[in-house]
């Protein structure tokens, strides 16, 4: 398995625009995980899928912020309209449970630019 | 993140030196992860802990949970280049269901 894939890897955009990052689980793990990542505040979990579905999202900051999983291979977090305090690595992962039993995988991370 | 601690926020050490890496929670832990991270890359799953007392290593790095799951440590015996990143201690909250993560430890190895 190539592990988690996220797309774009860097991301530079205009505030006030839309983004989009993109996800692909490993094959076979039920639960996803968005985190964003900044000096400041360190890794924080964003928002996470089980089963396709979201579970909590009070991790995420504003009504700017969306995610969708619409099928166990594939997710998106969406920032509309972007802000230059939006600018951190945002990371995926994916699990095959989501107990303390079984670590996640965690994506290369998307480098956010908002300028 | 104010439910894991880290310390020390960066360390820088000679190459060959041992250190110490702690990570402490005022919480009963019930799966304590270890990961490190490059920077601009992703996070490498290390190690995970789960019984009070338990030891697990991985060629020069150990990490040991105490007694009563409330700290870690990850141990770097000789340390390399190849160590240098950022080591992050994770947690699984069976309450509240998700997962939380110390703020991270920078670690500098001086050739």
């Known amino acids: 398995d190539a592990g988690v894939i996220q797309s774009p890897r860097h991301e530079v955009t205009e505030m006030g625009q839309e983004v989009t990052l993109r996800c692909k689980p490993i094959?076979?793990?039920?639960?996803l995980f968005w985190y964003r990542q900044t000096m400041m505040r360190g890794l924080e979990l964003l928002i996470y899928?089980?089963?396709?579905?979201?579970?909590?999202d009070s991790g995420m900051p504003e009504d700017r912020f969306s995610a969708k999983m619409p099928n166990a291979s594939f997710s998106t977090l969406k920032i509309q309209p972007s802000e230059p305090r939006d600018s951190a690595v945002y990371f995926c992962?994916?699990?095959?449970?989501?107990?303390?039993?079984?670590?996640?995988?965690f994506g290369q991370g998307t480098r956010l630019t908002v300028v | 993140s104010q439910e894991l601690e880290q310390s020390p926020q960066s360390l820088i050490v000679q190459e060959g030196k041992n250190l110490t890496i702690n990570c402490t929670s005022s919480?009963?832990?019930?799966?304590l992860y270890w990961y490190k991270q490059k920077y601009g890359e992703g996070l490498i799953f290390l190690m995970m802990?789960?019984?009070?007392?338990e030891e697990k290593s991985h060629e020069k790095i150990t990490a040991k949970l105490d007694e009563k799951k409330q700290q870690s440590s990850l141990h770097i015996t000789a340390s390399q280049p190849s160590h240098a990143g950022i080591y992050l201690c994770?947690?699984?909250?069976?309450?509240?269901?998700?997962?939380?993560f110390g703020d991270g430890t920078t670690l500098t190895v001086k050739p």
């Open positions: 992962a994916s699990s095959f449970t989501l107990t303390e039993n079984t670590e996640a995988f």
């Open positions: 094959s076979g793990h039920n639960s």
């Open positions: 899928f089980n089963n396709n579905v979201p579970i909590d």
């Open positions: 919480k009963t832990l019930y799966g």
């Open positions: 802990l789960q019984k009070g007392g």
């Open positions: 994770g947690a699984f909250l069976p309450n509240a269901g998700k997962s939380t």
